[in-house]
């Protein structure tokens, strides 16, 4: 007997049962985010639901059966955007790494040199020069007084997130002035 002519078109079953598990997974991810990384991702009111309700499920079988719905929710999905947003959320992207290394690299500039604020504020407009000064001088006097990095490391997170929020209006620009 000749097999079907339409056969070729379709995934075979190994393969659809095979993105379904890899949707359920990139689910999966999602639950094991934390609760400000997740406020960062952008999903359907449906999916963010699921995923918040999964938090509150205590039994190991409603959990594997709720996760088995959150796959299935991932079928209507963007999953490729999805998946690029987790990647930017959790440092995985290239885009990422480099948004940490720039980060890194202006605070370093901002404690050893006083004209780099200055060109940091002619760069960034908008950036808060009040409490970037204050942070600056906060941090300085830790390294002297030889005190846990508390103020560098929160330079680091609002130059990072000042940095991130100008990376995705820019984003958001190019993809609106290419439509």
């Known amino acids: ?5 339409d056969s ?3 995934p075979s079953k190994t393969e659809r049962k095979r993105q379904m598990h890899a949707l359920q997974t990139l689910g999966e991810r999602l639950v094991e985010l934390s609760h400000d990384q997740f406020a960062r991702l ?3 009111d449906e999916l963010r639901e699921a995923v918040d309700f999964a938090h509150r499920v205590t039994s190991h079988e409603a959990r594997r059966r709720h996760m088995q719905y959150l796959g ?5 999905a963007d999953a490729d955007a999805i998946r690029a947003s987790l990647e930017r959320v959790t440092g995985e992207s290239r885009a990422a790494v480099s948004l940490m290394h720039r980060a890194e690299a202006w ?22 020069a009040q ?4 942070a600056i001088r906060a941090s300085r006097r830790e390294r002297q007084l030889q005190q846990p990095p508390k103020h560098t490391r929160e330079l680091y997170r609002r130059l990072y997130s000042h940095l991130e929020n100008r990376h995705l209006e820019n984003e958001l620009r190019d993809r609106t002035a290419g439509q």
């Open 72 to 76: 299935k929710l991932m079928r209507r």
């Open 1 to 5: 007997m000749a097999p079907l002519a």
């Open 42 to 44: 952008d999903l359907s």
């Open 8 to 10: 070729d078109d379709r």
């Open 131 to 134: 409490w970037l000064r204050s």
């Open 107 to 128: 605070r370093d500039r901002l404690l050893d040199d006083d004209a780099a604020l200055t060109a940091f504020i002619a760069e960034h407009p908008d950036a808060e």
